[in-house]
């Protein structure tokens, strides 16, 4: 006799959804193309919170880590207190969400999600910090991009003593800040709003942001900082202003993605037509190595602690890092395993990004036809948005910009090189480094890529209202698609 396994039917996580789809349809504005930065914010709070909810949890990617520090600002701690290992005896709260199962951590057989009794039924408890646990006497400071986390934790436990509540409350707080940010970009950008649209809501970054992560930050600031350099290379009229804030904006990428600072320097290899007067053009390294200086005390912080406090410096760094000149003398000594593992690690960055485009769900695969749809989608927008840029770049400025991408993307091998937990001195390639790294990437391909479009030319010309209404609805198809694949898949 055929034995059939039970149907299963999540109602909770198909309440959320339909009510998320509800949701899109009175609040969105599909039909208008001048609304993509209001569609972007409705698509990002309303799905990416639908995904926080259902997302198990510790769930996202180093989630349990990023979560140690938002409980530290949430309990007004600005100054890391303690190792993690430690703040599990400090905190109570801590210590609950990490004893809870998991499929992805601990290879229990369930996860917890908001089915789980025990998650339920959880309280949150104040943190003990005169414990002699509390060791980290020359603490950095905790990084600001949990800042928005910190802040729905800290509401929650006004409103409610439950930690599920909070817990959810973090991560929700998180994915609006994101959506603020991409908001924010697609309104101050005059000639390339779609793009960054389209960026913006890629399903990876909306996974990414609704569970507990600094790279919100990361997807954001680039979104906003394309905007004003797309707005510098169309409109031309670059001035010490528009500098400084572009500059001071660069410069907290050193709190998420520290290499992809070199985006501070593009102005400055941008021509003297592109500034208001010469006066701009002449002072415009000025902000520059203000933020450079402003990321530079940031990463030795503690260091400057250290010396105030008349002790040794003890980092707390989230990545293990090797002896910085051992490294470097390995890498000189042995040219031919540095070129080697250099040009390995380069062909995995396509692998990578076409993974993060593909499979947007950490730790799971659920769908290969949906991760194949979700490929075809990018490519096929990603080539009728560089057919429809109005935005010239001259080949002098995309030499420019691939070489910078080059050299982020090598500092960035070099940064994940010194992390213990995925590479040793020896291994043949750098497996550390994800796609959703090279995020800044996908923000410029249409630039980049315009003219080869056009050249082929395999598309006629384009309605850009036509093409807008387009994108906003696709893209709210596949979102929807991937959200309810994910609700099963994270049972």
């Known amino acids: 006799m055929i034995q059939y396994q039970e149907v299963l039917w999540p109602k909770l996580y198909m309440l959320i959804v339909i009510i998320a789809m509800i949701g899109l349809l009175i609040f969105s504005s599909l039909n208008n193309e001048k609304k993509i930065a209001w569609n972007a914010f409705v698509c990002i709070v309303i799905l990416g919170g639908a995904n926080a909810l259902i997302m198990p949890v510790r769930y996202n990617l180093d989630e349990n880590t990023h979560y140690y520090h938002v409980l530290q600002i949430a309990d007004g701690k600005f100054r890391n207190q303690s190792d993690e290992k430690n703040f599990l005896m400090i905190s109570p709260d801590f210590l609950a969400i990490t004893k809870l199962p998991s499929k992805s951590g601990y290879n229990s057989p369930i996860n917890t999600n908001l089915y789980n009794e025990e998650f339920k039924e959880l309280v949150t408890l104040p943190s003990n910090y005169n414990s002699k646990y509390a060791n980290d006497k020359n603490g950095k400071l905790n990084n600001p991009a949990y800042y928005p986390?910190?802040?729905?934790?800290?509401?929650?436990?006004?409103?409610?003593?439950?930690?599920?509540?909070?817990?959810?409350?973090?991560?929700?707080?998180?994915?609006?800040?994101?959506?603020?940010?991409?908001?924010?970009?697609?309104?101050?950008?005059?000639?390339?709003?779609?793009?960054?649209?389209?960026?913006?809501?890629?399903?990876?970054?909306?996974?990414?942001?609704?569970?507990?992560?600094?790279?919100?930050?990361?997807?954001?600031?680039?979104?906003?900082?394309?905007?004003?350099?797309?707005?510098?290379?169309?409109l031309k009229n670059i001035d010490l202003k528009k500098m400084s804030y572009y500059s001071l904006l660069c410069s907290l990428l050193v709190l998420c993605k520290a290499p992809v600072i070199l985006l501070i320097t593009i102005p400055?290899?941008?021509?003297?037509?592109?500034?208001?007067?010469?006066?701009?053009?002449?002072?415009?390294?000025?902000?520059?190595?203000?933020?450079?200086?402003?990321?530079?005390?940031?990463?030795?912080?503690?260091?400057?602690?250290?010396?105030?406090?008349?002790?040794?410096?003890?980092?707390?760094?989230?990545?293990?890092?090797?002896?910085?000149?051992?490294?470097?003398s390995y890498f000189i000594e042995h040219p031919t395993y540095t070129i080697g593992l250099l040009l390995r690690s380069i062909s995995d960055v396509f692998v990578t990004i076409q993974t993060s485009i593909s499979i947007p769900w950490p730790f799971i695969n659920p769908s290969s036809f949906v991760g194949s749809i979700n490929l075809i989608y990018f490519v096929l927008v990603i080539?009728?948005?560089?057919?429809?840029?109005?935005?010239?770049?001259?080949?002098?400025?995309?030499?420019?910009?691939?070489?910078?991408?080059?050299?982020?993307?090598?500092?960035?091998?070099?940064?994940?090189?010194?992390?213990?937990?995925?590479?040793?001195?020896?291994?043949?390639?750098?497996?550390?480094?994800?796609?959703?790294?090279?995020?800044?990437?996908?923000?410029?391909?249409?630039?980049?890529?315009?003219?080869?479009?056009?050249?082929?030319?395999?598309?006629?010309?384009?309605?850009?209202?036509?093409?807008?209404?387009?994108?906003?609805?696709?893209?709210?198809?596949?979102?929807?698609?991937?959200?309810?694949?994910?609700?099963?898949?994270?049972?």
Do not use: E
């Open 149 to 234: 986390s910190a802040l729905g934790v800290f509401i929650s436990r006004k409103i409610t003593n439950s930690l599920m509540v909070s817990y959810y409350f973090g991560r929700i707080f998180n994915v609006i800040f994101y959506s603020i940010l991409v908001a924010i970009g697609i309104l101050i950008s005059k000639n390339y709003k779609l793009p960054l649209f389209f960026a913006g809501t890629i399903p990876y970054t909306l996974w990414i942001s609704a569970g507990y992560s600094y790279d919100s930050l990361y997807y954001g600031l680039v979104i906003i900082l394309i905007a004003i350099l797309s707005n510098f290379i169309s």
């Open 268 to 328: 400055l290899f941008l021509p003297n037509s592109f500034f208001k007067s010469r006066r701009d053009r002449l002072f415009s390294i000025v902000p520059v190595i203000i933020g450079s200086i402003i990321s530079f005390l940031w990463l030795i912080q503690g260091k400057i602690f250290s010396i105030f406090s008349n002790i040794q410096s003890n980092n707390g760094s989230s990545i293990a890092n090797t002896n910085k000149v051992d490294r470097i």
């Open 383 to 491: 080539i009728i948005l560089s057919k429809a840029n109005t935005i010239i770049i001259t080949k002098k400025l995309k030499l420019i910009f691939l070489f910078l991408i080059s050299t982020i993307t090598f500092a960035i091998f070099y940064a994940i090189s010194g992390d213990s937990r995925v590479f040793s001195l020896g291994d043949l390639r750098i497996d550390g480094v994800q796609g959703r790294y090279h995020f800044y990437i996908i923000t410029l391909i249409p630039l980049l890529f315009s003219n080869l479009i056009n050249n082929l030319n395999i598309i006629k010309d384009i309605d850009q209202k036509k093409l807008s209404i387009f994108v906003m609805k696709a893209t709210f198809v596949i979102l929807f698609l991937n959200t309810c694949i994910g609700m099963y898949a994270y049972l």
